[in-house]
């Protein structure tokens, strides 16, 4: 991405049968030609590499015209295989802490609808690393969260987010008074 205009583009906004678009609808293709067994352990593997593209601090990464591609690439492998969507909330989970609060790549997955926030493996490790109020930095990154995905850019309802919602009134009502500064924001 020479452009800097190019790379502040969003993939929506390309002309029709730009190269990356191509890439999205040719991997989907290629994909859906293949045995279902095969499909699987390549859309695994192409999605891990891509998920790691997309955590890593590289220019195409970060750049708003790589995200929205990199998330439509997981997106595609996502409605070929179950798998994907499962693994790509596993990766985050395991991956370190700087990225499991990393509210931009949160709020990127949920828009792609690769993450659900109401995923139960999510809400307990979200729980987890609140510590009941106690770790500020991960109440600070879910409320960043809710906030964006619930007011700033409605992508998901309550009901979606429920569990979450729950873990903060928890964090609310075991702070006796003295709600963590995030809250109280």
Same mark, same amino acid.
């Given at each position: 991405?020479?452009?800097?205009?190019?790379?502040?583009? %969003?993939?929506? %906004?390309?002309? +029709?049968?730009?190269?990356?678009?191509?890439? @999205?609808?040719?991997?989907?293709?290629?994909?859906?030609?293949?045995?279902?067994? %095969?499909?699987?352990? @390549?859309?695994?593997?192409?999605?891990?590499?891509?998920?790691?593209?997309?955590?890593?601090? #590289?220019? /195409?990464?970060?750049?708003?015209?790589?995200?929205?591609?990199?998330? %439509?690439?997981?997106?595609?492998?996502?409605?070929? #295989? =179950?798998?994907?969507?499962?693994?790509?909330?596993?990766?985050?989970? /395991? &991956?370190?802490?700087? =990225?499991?609060?990393?509210?931009?790549?949160? @709020?990127?997955?949920?828009?792609?609808?690769?993450?659900?926030?109401? &995923?139960?493996?999510?809400?307990?490790?979200? +729980?987890?690393?609140?510590?009941?109020?106690?770790?500020?930095? &991960?109440?600070?990154?879910? @409320?960043?969260?809710?906030?964006?995905?619930?007011?700033?850019?409605?992508?998901?309802?309550?009901?979606?987010?429920?569990?979450?919602?729950?873990?903060?009134?928890?964090?609310?009502?075991?702070?006796?008074?003295?709600?963590?500064?995030?809250?109280?924001?």
């Amino acid at each position: 991405l020479r452009s800097p205009q190019l790379a502040a583009a %969003a993939l929506a %906004a390309l002309p +029709q049968g730009h190269e990356l678009q191509q890439l @999205v609808i040719q991997t989907r293709a290629l994909l859906a030609a293949q045995p279902p067994a %095969a499909r699987e352990e @390549v859309a695994v593997g192409y999605a891990q590499r891509l998920l790691k593209r997309l955590l890593d601090t #590289s220019k /195409f990464g970060r750049c708003p015209l790589g995200v929205d591609w990199l998330l %439509a690439m997981l997106g595609a492998l996502g409605e070929l #295989s =179950r798998k994907v969507s499962k693994d790509v909330v596993g990766w985050l989970l /395991f &991956a370190d802490a700087d =990225r499991r609060l990393n509210r931009d790549l949160t @709020v990127a997955l949920v828009s792609g609808k690769l993450l659900s926030l109401n &995923a139960p493996e999510y809400v307990k490790e979200m +729980q987890r690393l609140m510590d009941g109020g106690r770790n500020g930095q &991960a109440v600070d990154c879910l @409320v960043s969260v809710l906030q964006h995905c619930l007011v700033d850019k409605p992508t998901v309802t309550t009901q979606e987010c429920a569990g979450l919602l729950d873990a903060l009134s928890h964090v609310l009502q075991v702070s006796r008074g003295k709600p963590p500064e995030p809250l109280v924001r």
